[in-house]
């Protein structure tokens, strides 16, 4: 073997002369170098970009994960529990990279892209621009209604304060100071912004429904439609980018507030495929099918919108039943923590629930751990509490469905939780903010309250229909008296089959007036019930009713101020005596 200057060498590296030559290694190559795996240098422009006029320049690759990203990852790739031991050590596993590999290797598209970029980095080919059809024809993106035909600047102003200041707080993914630019130039001139119309209807709705009695209502259904209009048009036609996936994101907000479970899934489950098509689930990208977003220069907002995505896409589908979006090889960082901005905490929540996650399975004492980690969990934010109790709730129903026996301490936890959340749930219905878990979380407790058929659940009742009773009141929508009607109905149902219970029972005690025997019969059987080994015992008197007189017992004699309680309590029972020796069962 020769070293690059053609002296002989040693298998160990030493050449002739005797002198140790260590290869030396850069910290970092440059992105032409890697993926043309030439030797580079690390300087800022390296040797070999120099030498054949390469655009020299460098990317950042994530060399470890935090401990909830991986903890995503193992939900998502089912990573062995050997390698989830020390997550947050852990680089990228070789699974996901061999999986991404494949990926990659799978298209054709992205094969053209690759080879591109091996040939010239600074020139290649974009993604999804050649020989994927015969282009027989174009897109035309449709006439969209402009938001200056609903709103005037005023209003809009005053919908994105009261957006900023009700939803803004624990979905924290827009830049405040950016939107409120835009808005001022918005109505100035007709030239497009950097904050698109279908995401200032998105902020307006959200303004309107997070606000009590607000007069803007009628024009509410205008803008949704306005919003899915534009979305449908754009993103999911055309490439999309990071202002669309956080339109989609509002668009989700707004459906979760107002419609149907279903509607509210699939715009959940296009918002993760828009997030996976520009690659925020990575910190920084080299993948060819998901290259890195550049529209956006502030990595804090990538990470937001992306864990607000993938949390709204979790819970909807838990809640709904439904299987969520699984993105591989996550590797975006938690977002930081702000003043005012509980962002951060909700996705801590987010990361509890993962628990419930039908691919992790069921061991043995997990769903008890669930919930006293949510019950220890504080929440910062009335709208965090809520959902902090549908989840017990949602917990309760996985361990009642593995281990139907509940210990007195777990059922204090589910009581807890419950009434906490009841709790928040009043004091969001007073500020007239229709979180939806307003109208969620009191009805949930109902049936978890029923379903546990316990006194002390049953005793909390009362508590839960006051609470769902004064959403009723405060919103005065269908679906609400729907919902209070339904609990109603479920109430009666355990009422009447508790009173069918109690029924059977009475019938055990009950026996047929014939059956009866006359009191002199009475007295003569009961004269030679004592006789016990030829011995005879002695007869009780006739004016103090005890156990062995009869089984039948007069409750208006305990009424009576002339009842002897004294020697009710104090004289021998013989009819226990009779069961077995000292008087033992």
Not at 11 to 18: E, R, V
Not at 380 to 393: Q, V
Request: proline share 6%.
């Amino acid at each position: 073997m020769t070293t690059t200057n053609g002296e002989a060498a040693t298998p160990n590296g030493d050449s002739n002369n005797g002198q140790s030559q260590k290869r030396q290694r850069a910290k970092q190559a440059c992105e032409p170098c890697r993926l043309r795996k030439r030797r580079c240098d690390g300087n800022m422009p390296c040797n070999m970009c120099t030498q054949f006029e390469y655009k020299c320049y460098f990317e950042k690759h994530p060399r470890k994960r935090s401990k909830l990203v991986e903890q995503h990852a193992i939900a998502d790739a089912q990573i062995t529990a050997d390698d989830a031991e020390h997550p947050e050590n852990e680089p990228p596993s070789i699974e996901d990279m061999s999986k991404m590999r494949a990926l990659e290797a799978n298209s054709g598209i992205a094969f053209t892209r690759l080879l591109g970029m091996r040939l010239d980095p600074s020139s290649g080919p974009k993604l999804f621009t050649f020989g994927w059809n015969l282009g027989s024809s174009q897109y035309l993106p449709p006439v969209l209604a402009s938001i200056t035909d609903f709103l005037n600047q005023h209003q809009m102003e005053q919908l994105a304060k009261l957006y900023f200041a009700n939803v803004h707080p624990i979905y924290g993914f827009l830049n405040k100071g950016r939107v409120t630019a835009t808005i001022a130039a918005r109505w100035a001139t007709t030239a497009d912004s950097s904050v698109p119309d279908h995401m200032l209807c998105g902020i307006a709705a959200l303004g309107i429904l997070y606000s009590d009695n607000n007069p803007l209502v009628n024009i509410l259904p205008r803008l949704i439609d306005a919003q899915k209009t534009a979305l449908e048009s754009s993103s999911t036609m055309l490439p999309p980018t990071l202002v669309d996936v956080q339109s989609w994101i509002l668009r989700c907000l707004v459906l979760r507030t107002t419609d149907h479970p279903h509607a509210t899934w699939m715009a959940t489950c296009t918002t993760m495929h828009l997030v996976e098509s520009i690659g925020l689930q990575l910190e920084a990208s080299s993948s060819v099918l998901h290259p890195a977003a550049n529209d956006s220069t502030d990595p804090e907002l990538r990470r937001r919108s992306f864990w607000v995505a993938r949390m709204l896409n979790a819970w909807v589908s838990f809640e709904y039943g439904r299987t969520r979006v699984a993105l591989r090889g996550i590797t975006a960082r938690l977002p930081s923590v702000a003043d005012g901005d509980y962002t951060k905490d909700y996705i801590e929540l987010y990361s509890i629930s993962c628990y419930l996650d039908p691919e992790q399975g069921d061991k043995a004492g997990q769903w008890e751990d669930f919930l006293t980690q949510l019950d220890s969990y504080e929440p910062k934010h009335d709208g965090i509490a809520l959902s902090k109790a549908n989840l017990g709730l949602c917990g309760y129903r996985r361990l009642r469905l593995a281990n139907p026996n509940l210990s007195p301490d777990v059922i204090k936890t589910i009581l807890n939780i419950g009434l906490n959340g009841l709790e928040a749930a009043r004091r969001m219905a007073e500020k007239g903010m229709p979180w939806w878990h307003v109208a969620n979380v009191p009805f949930q407790v109902i049936c978890v309250f029923l379903a546990m058929d316990g006194k002390e659940s049953l005793s909390h009742l009362a508590t839960a229909m006051r609470t769902l009773e004064y959403v009723v009141e405060r919103f005065r929508t269908v679906a609400m008296k729907e919902a209070l009607k339904t609990a109603r109905f479920l109430i009666r149902l355990s009422k009447k089959r508790k009173d069918e219970d109690s029924q059977v029972l009475g019938m055990s005690i009950q026996r047929a007036t014939s059956e009866d025997p006359q009191p002199e019969d009475t007295r003569a059987a009961h004269n030679q019930q004592f006789q016990i080994n030829g011995a005879v015992a002695q007869p009780m008197e006739e004016n103090h009713p005890t156990a062995a007189s009869s089984e039948d017992w007069n409750l208006d004699a305990l009424n009576d101020s002339q009842f002897d309680w004294n020697y009710f309590l104090t004289h021998d029972m013989p009819a226990f005596n009779t069961f077995a020796p000292d008087g033992t069962m």
